[in-house]
């Protein structure tokens, strides 16, 4: 299934030259090269073993659109809205425990929320309109604290032992802050947030981000995954090593490296590349390529290295863009009775009758994809 890829709606220009490209002298080698080439060499579905749902029951009162990151904890799914400023909490057996929906100008309310993540305690909060972290019980939802941070993030991630990744990259000139900023794309803390231990990929204070992203790191297990624009491929940072590995794209077609292109002619030529970050299961890369205007997600495997697509009419056994991983699954969020229904009538995997009702009923499920 293929999507129209929106993030270029309002961009006319997008700048890419020499000096962006020295963004990434500091990765010495790549330790995989993932080569996309077309035709795909097979089909996602004969990857995938078996696919479940999972009501989020009670959804349907308390509903979130537009999801934009998902994490899970030993017993606890966290369900977070960038756009409705709100994160929904159930028990991995679909059962509605609490939700978080906390903005205003209060002490312990937050202005807005640009991104979150949990630790083995709390759930983190990115407020950038009060430059503050926000950190309430994962068990229980109630506010605990807040902690003034010096710099403006558009995501952030729990690494491990007390150690955050924060990013934020300038996107457009419209974009540009005002705020003194770590010079670098990505940048380690500790949990008080106030001193930079480490910095990743310096840019030139004139680097503009072609387009801006709602999920710039993912995380399974102990990897964190991050990716932006001004590099081809992706990063894995890992708890046991502090410098990231690099894993690098080829496309028929890459973007320009240099010179200014404007969406239609990327449209037009149909440039590829990559356009989400990627979420990484075992020996399995979900990636979501675009080209002419749209995006899809193809499955990469590591031990093969060959890449899958979903058909173009068929979908069964389609893989659809995951949010995250939890317990060695892929999990998508379905909140969508109409897609739901143009899914199944052409060979996805039907639901049980009450997830259906849940569905047609304003209420959303997760799907959980065993591979193989």
Avoid at 10 to 21: A, N, Q, T, W
Avoid at 106 to 117: D, S, W
Wanted: charged share 25%; proline share 3%.
């Amino acid at each position: 299934m293929r999507n129209v890829y929106l993030y270029f709606i309002g961009i006319s220009l997008v700048v890419f030259g020499c000096k962006e490209r020295q963004l990434n002298t500091n990765v010495l080698s790549a330790i995989d090269t993932i080569v996309y080439h077309k035709p795909v060499d097979t089909l996602c579905s004969q990857y995938v073993s078996k696919i479940t749902y999972l009501q989020l029951k009670n959804s349907d009162n308390h509903m979130l659109h537009d999801v934009t990151k998902i994490k899970s904890s030993k017993d606890k799914i966290y369900i977070f809205s960038k756009k409705m400023h709100k994160l929904s909490v159930y028990t991995k057996n679909g059962a509605f425990v609490y939700e978080i929906d906390q903005q205003g100008k209060g002490y312990k309310e937050y202005m807005e929320t640009a991104n979150f993540t949990i630790d083995d305690k709390y759930i983190y909060i990115l407020d950038n309109v009060k430059n503050q972290v926000v950190l309430f019980d994962m068990q229980t939802g109630l506010f605990v604290k807040k902690i003034a941070i010096p710099f403006i993030a558009w995501d952030m991630e729990y690494l491990c032992d007390g150690r955050f990744l924060f990013t934020c990259i300038p996107n457009n000139p419209a974009g540009k802050l005002s705020k003194k900023q770590p010079n670098g794309a990505v940048w380690e803390t500790d949990s008080t947030f106030n001193k930079v231990q480490r910095l990743y990929f310096p840019y030139h204070d004139d680097y503009y981000e072609m387009v801006g992203k709602d999920v710039y790191f993912t995380k399974s297990e102990d990897k964190v995954i991050f990716h932006s624009f001004q590099m081809q491929g992706f990063y894995m940072f890992k708890k046991e090593k502090y410098a990231p590995e690099y894993v690098d794209l080829t496309f028929d077609k890459p973007l320009p490296i240099n010179g200014k292109v404007n969406y239609s002619e990327v449209s037009e030529n149909g440039y590829q590349f990559l356009a989400g970050t990627p979420v990484v299961l075992n020996s399995y890369i979900v990636l979501s390529v675009a080209e002419s205007g749209y995006d899809e997600p193809v499955l990469y495997n590591r031990i093969t290295r060959k890449i899958s697509k979903n058909p173009e009419v068929d979908s069964y056994n389609n893989i659809l863009y995951p949010l995250f991983v939890v317990d060695n699954k892929y999990v998508y969020y379905l909140a969508d009775y109409d897609f739901y229904n143009m899914l199944v009538s052409s060979g996805f995997k039907r639901a049980e009758v009450e997830t259906e009702t849940l569905l047609e009923n304003g209420g959303a499920c997760l799907l959980f994809y065993e591979m193989k």
